[in-house]
């Protein structure tokens, strides 16, 4: 038996319910707004449609932190989640979309939803550290912010624990052409591929470094989570969970799998999934979570009891729907276990 098959303590040790979860809205932006030039604005009948359906999808979550993707306005999150029974009163932390440089298309941000109390002001980390110095292949300077910002929230548990949660949306695999590059042109797609892949292996390097500041050190729990474009092995995915060994330290830097170290883990009766292309099912959504809740890290107060996707309407595909799963993680702590 592995390390990531064993169950840890009894689950009953633990009294303290939380869920997590990540939600990819695909392209959430209010009625009579072209949000990409070869897609359609929503009228107002088809965004209350989908303000809905989201609103739904929240209540089946029923978490008490959500990060979502996607977001063009932060009004229409705001009145998805007031539409809904479970979160109507939670704190948003969210911003509208922003151009981005060089060709100023809007980039969705990523938000947090909370009904948890905050222990401090939220962070966004948008810039890339003086460490990283990555020029993509046809422009002429070097990358200076992440792609999509990622939102930092400390919230305070009833046990006084902070949890820290981050929200991350990685670049996506579609090619990033020049203006100068022909999407017919084998070669020019060869190298354009290439470049969405250097800014999203960029990106993982900058979150990486901001993680190391949270990380090192700090034994309070830390969860990562949302759409990273890419499987759980990818290398951009394994640069945030920094993998490797560091000797004394490999608990101490390193963020773990919550699919892979979940108590509940019954391969035969599920199979996760949180995205449909070409018929295969791939899980782009993950959760990252730190060595508290290792059931192998001397400093371990949690555990990840059971995570799952609310997949279904993936099959249909109904234009109000999202184009991914929503995943939720149900997480146990220990009461009056302090760090």
Not at 64 to 71: A, R, T, W
Not at 100 to 116: E, F, S
Request: proline residues 5%; charged residues 25%; aromatic residues 8%.
């Amino acid at each position: 038996m592995t390390s990531e098959q064993k169950t840890g303590p009894d689950p009953e040790s633990y009294d303290i319910g939380l869920r997590v979860g990540t939600f990819n809205l695909r392209n959430f932006a209010l009625p009579d707004f072209q949000f990409y030039p070869n897609l359609d604005a929503y009228s107002a009948d088809e965004y209350a449609a989908k303000r809905d359906w989201t609103a739904q999808q929240i209540d089946k979550m029923n978490c008490d932190v959500i990060v979502f993707q996607e977001v063009f306005h932060i009004q229409a999150l705001e009145e998805a989640v007031r539409a809904s029974r479970t979160m109507r009163n939670a704190k948003v932390i969210g911003r509208d979309a922003v151009a981005m440089p060089p060709k100023g298309g809007l980039v969705p941000q990523v938000a947090i939803v909370t009904r948890l109390p905050l222990a401090q002001e939220p962070i966004w980390v948008a810039d890339y550290s003086d460490k990283v110095n990555i020029t993509l292949p046809g422009h002429d300077e070097s990358i200076k912010k992440i792609t999509r910002a990622v939102p930092h929230v400390t919230v305070v548990l009833p046990n006084h624990v902070n949890l820290h949660v981050l929200g991350v949306h990685l670049k996506s695999k579609r090619p990033d052409y020049l203006n100068t590059e022909d999407d017919s042109n084998p070669d020019d797609l060869a190298l354009a591929t290439y470049r969405s892949l250097m800014r999203r292996g960029a990106d993982s390097i900058a979150i990486r470094h901001y993680l190391n500041g949270i990380l090192q050190r700090n034994h309070e729990p830390c969860i990562i989570t949302g759409d990273f474009n890419d499987h759980a092995y990818a290398v951009s995915t394994q640069m945030i969970a920094g993998s490797g060994r560091f000797g004394k330290s490999f608990y101490d830097f390193q963020l773990f799998d919550a699919m892979r170290i979940q108590t509940k883990n019954d391969p035969q009766r599920y199979v996760a999934y949180t995205f449909i292309h070409d018929g295969a099912l791939e899980v782009l959504d993950h959760m990252l979570v730190s060595e508290e809740f290792h059931t192998e890290s001397r400093h371990q107060i949690a555990q990840v009891r059971e995570v799952y996707s609310l997949n279904d309407h993936l099959h249909s595909r109904p234009r109000e729907a999202s184009d991914h799963g929503q995943t939720v993680a149900q997480l146990l702590f220990k009461r009056g276990e302090m760090i």
